[in-house]
């Protein structure tokens, strides 16, 4: 079963396919997990801040002071836990990586990440972008790598390749 069919058919954009580096299963490169985490980027501003700022003009609304922020932190909170995560254990990748065809599997043998394994991705991933010496090594590592993993990628042992149609 290919990530494709727990949501319906989603193929990559008919542009962002060419040449032998889109055979499904081959690496991903670079510059296209780039374009996908700005997608993915937009998308949590979206999330994240539109019923934000509906809950702020509510409470302002009704005078009630004091509940904004913990409900902030808490919306920030679980945007950051279950998106990626999920979406990599569900489906393979994020709606960024799966619009431009790529998808998240264990090295080992192609299957689909646990929960957890994303999880740990993830937040390791977070890590590494906060730190500017981790953003220029990673960043390296994956254009030296053959797999193109990632350090966040070779941490739970997985790898972002081209899916198949």
Do not use: C
Not at 60 to 72: K, T
């Amino acid at each position: 079963m290919s990530s494709g069919d727990d949501l319906g058919p989603l193929e990559p954009l008919p542009w962002m396919v060419v040449g032998s580096r889109s055979l499904p299963g081959s690496p991903a490169d670079v510059m296209r997990r780039g374009v996908a985490v700005g997608i993915d980027m937009v998308i949590a501003v979206v999330v994240i801040l539109g019923p934000l700022i509906v809950l702020e003009r509510i409470l302002e609304a009704a005078s009630v002071e004091g509940v904004w922020l913990p409900s902030a932190a808490v919306w920030s909170l679980a945007f950051l836990l279950l998106y990626s995560p999920l979406s990599v254990s569900r489906w393979g990748g994020t709606v960024g990586k799966r619009i431009l065809g790529m998808e998240i599997v264990r090295d080992a043998d192609g299957g689909r990440l646990s929960y957890g394994a994303a999880l740990v991705r993830h937040l390791s991933n977070l890590v590494m972008a906060a730190v500017p010496v981790f953003v220029v090594a990673n960043g390296t590592v994956t254009n030296l790598d053959a797999k193109r993993q990632s350090l966040h990628d070779r941490l739970v042992d997985s790898r972002v390749v081209m899916r198949g149609r």
